[in-house]
């Protein structure tokens, strides 16, 4: 173990959920840094797939350049999946990756320069993600980002609730020190939690454009609007862990919960977001709009990013409203 954290400057974590064939890209594109790969070391963790990721790994574990490692547990949820990864991880600096990340050649030592100019254990490094050119060329697609990246142009550092944990480098020790993701079966909003919270033990995050990958991820609108639904229902794992105020300002959401100062200054905006994205215009209006789209120019010249925005943040709210009524019991 002491010979490979010495050999290793990077330790880069993926954990996966069923998606067998955009991983092996990712893999793939691993062994093509411009980093020499006796250098860093890949730990793919597999959170129970039932699609062929095991047979797929058994026979990539030990064909790649660099070393790559496999570890498999029934489905327990991404927080423990990624926990896992960190504790086997054998370099005290983890990059960790999602499954459907695809890197540029640079990645890893974008990510290890940055961290060399600023070696303290308190910086993390966040490197920018686009939506893949290579996804399907469907009007979602072109006007659907997950991740607004874009927000982040001209910056140098993002606040710690931009813990995204799909292209971010972090000291081990200080994971280990300050804490680990929450662990909950089905995602819900642990990597901006475990952000928040780090955040208060003084991380801090850097952005760096040029450790460039890309997302592939096949996009639909019902799949979209599905994950927007869960996220609301699993709201409570930043509400109850992050303070109202703070988290309700940062998704735009009117609530007396957050204090009568911040509902108040943010009520206009809701009000009409509710104008325009309800129980009647999503399902009868916009959702017909979108489907329409993908097919038909004249609908998908009305399909514009914002409305994509709307709707995702309707069924958002309508997850939120789900949990309101019906709170979990963990």
Request: net charge neutral; glycine share 6%; charged share 25%.
């Amino acid at each position: 173990m002491d010979d490979k954290c010495h050999q290793f400057q990077i330790s880069v974590v993926i954990a996966t959920y069923n998606r067998r064939d955009v991983l092996r890209v990712c893999l793939e594109k691993l062994s093509k840094q411009t980093l020499p790969t006796d250098l860093f070391e890949v730990v793919v963790i597999d959170d129970g797939s039932s699609d062929g990721t095991d047979t797929m790994m058994e026979n990539l574990v030990g064909m790649m350049p660099y070393q790559l490692e496999y570890f498999r547990h029934e489905n327990r949820g991404p927080g423990f999946t990624e926990n896992r990864g960190i504790e086997i991880a054998n370099s005290n600096l983890i990059l960790l990756m999602a499954d459907d990340i695809w890197p540029s050649a640079d990645l890893l030592k974008e990510h290890l320069e940055t961290h060399s100019k600023n070696p303290e254990n308190y910086f993390a490094v966040l490197g920018k993600v686009q939506q893949s050119p290579e996804l399907p060329p469907t009007i979602i697609q072109n006007r659907w980002d997950p991740f607004l990246f874009n927000r982040f142009e001209g910056l140098n550092e993002v606040d710690s609730i931009f813990f995204y944990a799909c292209n971010i480098s972090i000291k081990k020790n200080f994971l280990i020190e300050n804490g680990m993701f929450k662990e909950r079966k089905g995602a819900s909003h642990e990597d901006a939690e475990l952000g928040y919270r780090l955040g208060q033990k003084g991380l801090r995050i850097l952005y760096n454009t040029k450790a460039m990958a890309d997302h592939h991820h096949e996009e639909t609108l019902e799949k979209m609007c599905r994950r927007a639904y869960e996220r609301g229902k699993n709201f409570d794992m930043l509400s109850d862990n992050i303070p109202k105020p703070y988290i309700f300002k940062h998704y735009k959401i009117a609530s007396t919960e957050a204090g009568i100062p911040t509902f108040i200054k943010m009520l206009p905006r809701d009000l009409f977001r509710a104008f325009c994205f309800n129980f009647l215009t999503v399902p009868y209006l916009w959702v017909p709009l979108l489907k329409r789209a993908e097919s038909n120019s004249i609908a998908a010249f009305f399909a514009f990013s914002l409305i994509y925005r709307g709707v995702n943040g309707y069924f958002l709210r309508k997850g939120y409203r789900e949990l309101q009524s019906h709170p979990p019991c963990y």
